[in-house]
């Protein structure tokens, strides 16, 4: 089981407002690697309900490199293989939209979404939501910190992929019909 778990917090609506990210790498099964970067965003207008959720000022960041100076460091972990994020659909906006404030190139990569993945893994929850997931099957950790819900993510896999006994986030997603998507199509 190989993959990296990734999550983004915004300052406000704007998605390229990236202020954190979160990444954790999972190899043959195991977390290997964790990462935390506090990013400065590139207007720093921050939103009071962005600060509510994540709890991230702007004297938080206001020393930290933008997004751009993370990028190929970044990058690196996108190679590692295929990507994993609850509510994909946001960080993988969030992704392109940062990029595309920067004129970055938007790499090719497979990304899944462990909210399908739970959804399809533990039917019949009242809810997928990542802390009420965490809840089920017994974690704790801090809600819309970019680091903990990037690793509770990795750690929603690893349930799944015990569940269900498979060996390779491939074969998960083979098993539960869920078809990966590419970030740039």
């Known amino acids: 089981m190989n993959f990296v778990a990734i999550d983004f917090e915004t300052a406000n609506n704007d ?7 979160g ?12 990462r935390y970067k506090l990013i400065r965003p590139n207007n720093m207008k921050f939103n009071w309900h962005n600060i509510r ?25 996108l190679k590692k293989g295929q990507i994993i994020a609850h509510n994909a659909a946001f960080d993988t906006a969030v992704l392109r939209a940062v990029l595309s404030k920067y004129n970055i190139e938007i790499p090719d990569f497979k990304y ?13 929850w009242k809810s997928y939501s990542l802390n ?14 970019a680091l903990e819900d990037s690793e509770m993510c990795a ?21 539960l019909e869920i078809f990966p998507k590419h970030l740039i199509k």
């Open 15 to 21: 998605p390229a407002s990236v202020c954190a990210l």
């Open 23 to 34: 990444i954790v790498v999972v190899e043959n099964g195991k977390i290997t690697e964790k």
């Open 53 to 77: 959720v994540h709890g991230i000022k702007p004297k938080d960041v206001e020393n930290e490199p933008e997004f751009y100076r993370y990028w190929k460091s970044i990058k690196s972990y």
């Open 112 to 124: 899944t979404c462990s909210v399908q993945i739970a959804r399809r893994t533990w039917k019949g």
């Open 132 to 145: 009420s997931v965490a809840d089920q099957l017994g974690f704790t950790f801090k809600h819309h910190h």
């Open 155 to 175: 750690n929603v896999v690893l349930e799944a992929s015990k569940e269900l006994n498979v060996k390779s986030i491939e074969e998960l997603n083979t098993c």
